[in-house]
């Protein structure tokens, strides 16, 4: 079945240092989403990417959608304290319907 | 509040016992999902619902977890013979047919 592996599972970072988190799927998306769980959260959704090599901004972050809609990169510049979570993605298959998620990568930022 | 509502929040519950949430998704969202979530992990899908219809569930839920969305609009998620592995946060979602949005979880605790 399909599923979605993310990496690195943890990421520590200072404050105002870059982040990075990778996402890739067993097979072909037709769309993938990215979201951030804070603490005792629940995940509240960032943004949705749907065509081949489609590159997304908001403000700090950088959304990335791989040629083959198998894979995605969320980057953040210069991290926030306020950045801090848990970022997830999640990737829908081509027949539609379920969005499966990776195990999400934490992020903690040192101020 | 016009966001996902669930209920109960939290349940402690003896194994063996049966159990159920309750989820009222967005007003005119026709899809809703239920996700389990334990610490450390990223949200591991249940299943889905179109209005009335169970689309799809998950090959991992065994025969104890049953879903219910009689009239297209709150769903129900029963556990039946609780064990100690269900412990977890159990996420409905609501969405047309992009974004999810969340509620804030019904925690189960199985003693």
């Known amino acids: 079945g399909q599923q979605v592996m993310q990496i690195p599972q943890y990421q520590h970072v200072q404050e105002g240092e870059d982040f990075t988190t990778y996402c890739n799927s067993s097979t072909t998306l037709s769309n993938i989403q990215w979201y951030k769980q804070r603490p005792g959260g629940h995940p509240v959704f960032l943004i949705q990417?749907?065509?081949?090599?489609e590159v997304k901004k908001q403000k700090r972050l950088t959304f990335q959608f791989g040629e083959a809609k198998k894979n995605s990169s969320l980057h953040i510049t210069a991290t926030q304290t306020t950045d801090v979570g848990t970022y997830f993605c999640?990737?829908?298959?081509?027949?539609?319907?379920?969005?499966?998620f990776g195990q999400g990568t934490e992020l903690s930022v040192k101020p | 509040d016009t966001g996902v509502s669930q209920n109960p929040r939290h349940k402690i519950t003896k194994r063996g016992q049966n159990v159920t949430f309750r989820c009222d998704p967005i007003?005119?969202?026709?899809?809703l999902y239920w996700y389990r979530q334990t610490l450390g992990q990223g949200p591991e899908f249940l299943t889905y619902?179109?209005?009335?219809?169970?689309?799809?569930k998950s090959r991992l839920l065994s025969d104890r977890f049953s879903a219910e969305r009689p009239k297209g609009s709150f769903s129900t998620l029963e556990i039946q013979r609780t064990e100690q592995g269900d412990s977890a946060m159990y996420l409905c979602?609501?969405?047309?047919?992009?974004?999810?949005?969340f509620g804030e979880g019904s925690r189960l605790t199985v003693l």
């Open positions: 990417l749907v065509k081949s090599g």
């Open positions: 999640a990737g829908r298959g081509n027949q539609g319907g379920k969005l499966i």
């Open positions: 979602a609501s969405s047309t047919h992009g974004e999810l949005f």
């Open positions: 619902f179109q209005n009335e219809a169970q689309l799809e």
């Open positions: 007003s005119e969202h026709n899809r």
